[in-house]
């Protein structure tokens, strides 16, 4: 069985604020929970103008606020910009009001530019071997605490909030591996190392407290719709705000235009085309079928699906096609299992 969840980056669409794109995000959760999504997912942006989950914790608490079953979660915490006790603190906060419904994924991006990466650290003296000290450190601060222990996170010990490495390298399929925790892979905008980066985490699994078995969670785009046509529409704002980020001039979320992709150089159209290998456009029907192929070839034990549609009625639309498609697979699925 298939896991289905959501990753929000609580888009901003051009003519509008970032309050509209929080009030669109709670909306949005509250149907994803109606329609059985696992879990919800913001991530950490800076300085983006077309994201509004920068505060990404203050984005799930407000989430988790209106919610009752649904798994929420950062996906991810760029936890070099952050003190590990801190972000204990903050999510034992949120684990301590809302239960045992709270992810924390990690990664080790600074999720914005390096002026804006300056402002947020004061410090760029960061070294690849931090990373891996910080996120056991972080564990250290979400397990019960140990006697004469000085330093404890409050809240945060004993809530073993549930962790995730991110992704979009070899570096965090090792790392996931080695500490034996659930590996996120960005596929959704850095496919290429996907496969070799699966193959590494999971022939090098080590089982831990947390995880006894490898757990390979993929990001996905799906853009669906009525009709092809719409959809294809639909997914150019989404192509658009891609390009951008790559030309170094990211905005807010563009409205749809036709014929978006003749209009593009080769290279970018070769930079789209790769993406599109963790896509599904189209019809619920065409979605599908993208989708059982993709999980044939990957094998992933969950995808996590993006919908970055101008629209917010077209992005409800989307993700409810996409809980459909979800259903029939997973309803296959049990169906084999039992004959």
């Not at 290429?192 to 407290?209: H, L, V």
């Not at 078995?213 to 294809?232: I, K, R, S």
């Not at 969950?302 to 259903?327: G, N, P, Q, W």
Request: net charge negative; with cysteine; glycine share 8%.
């Amino acid at each position: 069985m298939t896991k289905f969840s959501v990753l929000d980056l609580a888009p901003v669409p051009e003519g509008s604020e970032a309050k509209e794109a929080l009030q669109n995000s709670l909306d949005l959760i509250q149907h994803c929970e109606r329609w059985g999504f696992e879990r919800y997912w913001v991530a950490e942006h800076h300085n983006i103008a077309g994201i509004a989950s920068a505060a990404t914790s203050v984005v799930m608490g407000y989430l988790a606020s209106s919610t009752s079953t649904i798994r929420i979660g950062a996906g991810g915490i760029m936890l070099p910009n952050h003190a590990p006790l801190m972000i204990a603190e903050q999510f034992g906060t949120l684990a301590s009001i809302y239960g045992d419904r709270i992810d924390l994924g990690l990664g080790r991006a600074p999720g914005t530019d390096q002026l804006t990466m300056q402002a947020l650290r004061r410090s760029l003296t960061q070294e690849v071997g931090d990373f891996p000290r910080d996120v056991v450190e972080l564990q250290h601060y979400l397990k019960p605490p140990q006697e004469g222990q000085k330093v404890v996170a409050t809240p945060g010990a004993g809530t073993q909030v549930p962790l995730y490495i991110l992704g979009s390298s070899l570096f965090g399929a090792q790392l996931a591996a080695m500490l034996g925790l659930p590996f996120a892979f960005a596929s959704h905008f850095a496919p290429r190392a996907m496969m070799e980066a699966m193959e590494i985490y999971r022939n090098s699994f080590q089982p831990s407290e947390q995880l006894q078995q490898p757990y390979v969670m993929l990001g996905y785009n799906v853009c669906a719709a009525d009709t092809a046509e719409e959809a294809d529409f639909l997914r150019t704002s989404s192509l658009q705000s891609f390009v951008n980020l790559r030309r170094g001039v990211p905005g807010k979320l563009p409205p749809p235009i036709a014929d978006f992709e003749s209009k593009l150089s080769d290279a970018e159209q070769g930079m789209l085309k790769e993406m599109s290998r963790c896509a599904a456009v189209g019809t619920v029907d065409m979605v599908e079928t993208q989708i059982r192929e993709f999980l044939a070839e990957t094998g992933a034990d969950e995808l996590i699906v993006v919908c970055s549609i101008f629209d917010h009625a077209a992005r409800l639309k989307s993700y409810e096609l996409t809980a459909e498609v979800a259903r029939r697979i997973n309803s296959a699925d049990i169906q084999v299992a039992v004959t």
